[in-house]
């Protein structure tokens, strides 16, 4: 049982070059999320889908698009990435918002 | 929004003692989770306590909502137990900046 699944681990970008963040959990949870999180700080919402076929914008959306491509899997696309992006990005995923969630392992990524 | 802080910011024990933390929140929520980040950056959900006390292990949480605090106590610690601890409330979490845990051998 994976559980959440996040690819790459670790991603070295530079400034104006795009990249797609996979996810994927095998739980059956309907509700998956995007956080990023930055040195010294808690997570912050980037988009969130609480169902399949529906996404919605979280804290600090600029800059990101996401898909939730079935119910397994949510990406988060960065189209154009600037040095502000340099960060964690957490990919979690709960059977709806009031309920636990499971964290991927994380991805780093840096952009230069 | 709702403010969530989180105290003491940092606290360092040895092994075996006991330690509480505490995390105040601004408004009413229906969410509240308790998360540990290990060292490796792994966060592990400890808890989901909007209300009520719950206990697992040596680990245990105390959520008074009409009050807006939480409390999660940390019983005959281990090394193991260092790490950084969060609490996230509300709807798709909103996350206070964590206190810091360094359990000395």
């Known amino acids: 049982n994976a559980g959440v699944t996040q690819t790459p681990k670790f991603q070295v970008l530079k400034t104006g070059q795009s990249m797609t963040l996979q996810c994927a959990q095998d739980?059956?949870?309907?509700?998956m999320y995007w956080y990023r999180q930055d040195p010294g700080m808690g997570l912050r919402l980037i988009y969130y889908?609480?169902?399949?076929?529906?996404?919605d914008k979280g804290e600090v959306p600029n800059g990101y698009n996401v898909s939730r491509l079935n119910k397994r899997e949510f990406s988060l696309r960065l189209e154009s990435a600037a040095p502000s992006q340099t960060s964690v990005y957490f990919c979690?995923?709960?059977?709806?918002?009031?309920?636990?969630?499971?964290f991927g392992s994380g991805t780093r990524l840096t952009v230069v | 929004g709702i403010q969530v802080e989180q105290s003491p910011p940092d606290l360092i024990l040895q092994e075996g003692a006991n330690s509480t933390l505490r995390c105040n929140f601004s408004?009413?929520?229906?969410?509240l989770q308790w998360f540990h980040q290990n060292p490796w950056g792994q966060l592990i959900n400890l808890f989901y306590i909007p209300s009520g006390t719950k206990q697992n292990g040596r680990l245990s949480a105390t959520t008074v909502a009409t009050e807006r605090y939480s409390l999660l106590y940390i019983s005959s610690s281990q090394t193991t137990d260092s790490g950084v601890y969060f609490c996230?409330?509300?709807?798709?979490?909103?996350w206070g900046a964590g206190t810091k845990l360094i359990i000395k051998p």
């Open positions: 996230a409330v509300d709807y798709q979490l909103i």
């Open positions: 979690a995923s709960s059977v709806g918002p009031l309920d636990g969630y499971t």
């Open positions: 739980m059956n949870h309907n509700s």
């Open positions: 408004d009413s929520v229906n969410n």
């Open positions: 889908s609480a169902s399949e076929g529906t996404t």
